[in-house]
C-alpha cells in the first residue's frame, strides 16, 4: 500500500507559476512509476504528466509541455510538478497517482493509488 499526500495548489494569476508536490509512504516508492492528473468540474480525469521509477523518463500532456516539468526525489520519496506559465485552462484539482511498475503510463486505469487532490485555481 502506498499513502500520497498532495500539497501546494492555490490561487495564482495567468503567467504564474506553483509547485505541487506529492509526498509518498508506505510500501517503497522506489519502484512506482507516477503521475499526475488533473479534473475540472464536468469533464474527466486527464493525464498531465509521468515519471519513472529512476526519473529517467517522463511524459507530458502536449498543453503542458515546456511549461511544466515532473521530477522526484526518491530519497525523500516525493514527486513535484513544477508549473509555469499557468494559464485559466489548467484551472483543476490535480491528482497525484503512484503504479505498482517501474515504467510511466499516461492511462488513469494503470494507477493504483491515488492522493486527494489539490486546488489550482489560475484566474485571467
Known amino acids: 500500500q502506498v499513502q500520497l499526500v498532495e500539497s501546494g495548489g492555490g490561487l495564482v494569476q495567468t503567467g504564474g507559476s506553483l509547485r505541487l508536490s506529492c509526498a509518498a509512504s508506505g510500501r517503497t516508492f522506489l519502484s512506482n512509476a507516477m503521475g499526475w492528473f488533473r479534473q475540472s468540474p464536468g469533464k474527466e480525469r486527464e493525464f498531465v504528466a509521468a515519471?519513472?521509477?529512476?526519473?529517467?523518463?517522463?511524459y507530458y500532456l502536449d498543453s503542458v509541455e515546456g511549461r511544466f516539468t515532473i521530477s522526484r526525489d526518491n530519497i525523500k520519496h516525493t514527486v513535484y510538478l513544477q508549473m509555469n506559465s499557468l494559464k485559466p485552462e489548467d484551472t483543476a484539482v490535480y491528482f497525484c497517482?503512484?503504479?505498482?511498475?517501474?515504467?510511466?503510463?499516461?492511462?488513469?486505469?494503470?494507477?493504483?493509488?491515488w492522493g486527494q487532490g489539490t486546488q489550482v485555481t489560475v484566474s485571467s
Open positions: 497517482a503512484a503504479r505498482r511498475d517501474v515504467a510511466i503510463s499516461y492511462t488513469a486505469r494503470e494507477y493504483e493509488y
Open positions: 515519471i519513472s521509477w529512476s526519473g529517467g523518463s517522463t
